[in-house]
C-alpha cells in the first residue's frame, strides 16, 4: 500500500514556509569563506534557481523499517566512505505511479546533538543531468513517531559538490532512482 500527498499545513502558509527556507539559503551561500560556491561564481550569484513550490510533491509516505540495517560504506564523489545503515524504504503514489526510496542514515552524524533522528533520501529522477544536477539530489527527514515518513520534494536539494569540485558528496545508490520527472526543489545554477 502506498500513501498518496499529505497538506497538514495549508497551502499559502506552506509556500510562505519554503520560500523563506530558500531566501535564508541564498544568504548564506553569499558569505564569502562559508559559501561552497568558488569565488568566480560567487561574485556573480543572485540566488538558487527552484522549481515552483507544488503541495502535490509534499508526501506522506508508509514507511518499513529495514529488519537488519547492517553498517555499509556509501560512495561518494571522492575516496571519502562515509558509513551508513539502510534504515528502510518508503513507498508512496506519485503522479500516479507506485514508488518507493530508500531511505539512510549516516552513522557518524547521528552521534552529533540535534541529529540524533537524521535521516537521508538521496535521488535521481528524469530532471538529472537537465534541470537538476547529474549526480543527484538530497532530502533530510526524521524518524517519524509511526510507520509513516514526510518525503517533501520541495526541499530537495543539491550536493555541495554540484557547486564546486572540492566536496565530497554521497552518490544516490542506483535503486533510488525515480523514472519520474520530480520538477520540485533546487534547479541547477546558471
Do not use: W
Not at 560567487?42 to 518499513?64: C, H, K, N, Q, W
Not at 534504515?87 to 526510496?101: E, I, K, M, P, V
Not at 547521528?110 to 543531468?129: A, M, Q, V, W
Request: with cysteine; glycine share 6%; hydrophobic share 30%.
Amino acid at each position: 500500500m502506498a500513501v498518496h500527498a499529505c497538506s497538514p499545513e495549508k497551502g499559502d502558509a506552506y509556500t510562505e514556509r519554503i520560500l523563506s527556507e530558500r531566501a535564508a539559503k541564498d544568504s548564506a551561500f553569499r558569505i564569502q569563506g562559508e559559501s561552497p560556491l568558488e569565488d568566480a561564481r560567487l561574485a556573480s550569484f543572485s540566488g538558487l534557481p527552484y522549481f515552483e513550490v507544488d503541495t502535490a510533491y509534499r508526501i506522506m509516505a508508509r514507511l518499513e523499517l529495514n529488519p537488519n540495517p547492517e553498517p555499509f560504506e556509501m560512495p561518494t564523489t571522492t575516496e571519502r566512505r562515509p558509513v551508513y545503515v539502510h534504515y528502510g524504504t518508503a513507498f508512496f503514489s506519485l503522479q500516479g505511479r507506485q514508488l518507493s526510496l530508500n531511505v539512510y542514515q549516516n552513522q557518524e552524524l547521528i552521534t552529533r546533538p540535534g541529529y540524533e533522528k537524521h535521516l537521508f533520501i538521496p535521488f535521481r529522477d528524469l530532471t538529472s543531468g537537465k534541470e537538476t544536477y547529474g549526480g543527484g539530489r538530497y532530502i533530510d527527514a526524521e524518524i517519524p513517531e509511526g510507520d509513516r515518513i514526510l518525503i517533501d520534494f520541495n526541499l530537495a536539494y543539491h550536493p555541495y559538490c554540484a557547486y564546486n569540485h572540492k566536496y565530497s558528496c554521497p552518490i544516490p545508490p542506483q535503486e533510488n532512482s525515480l523514472e519520474i520527472a520530480i520538477e520540485a526543489g533546487e534547479k541547477n545554477i546558471e
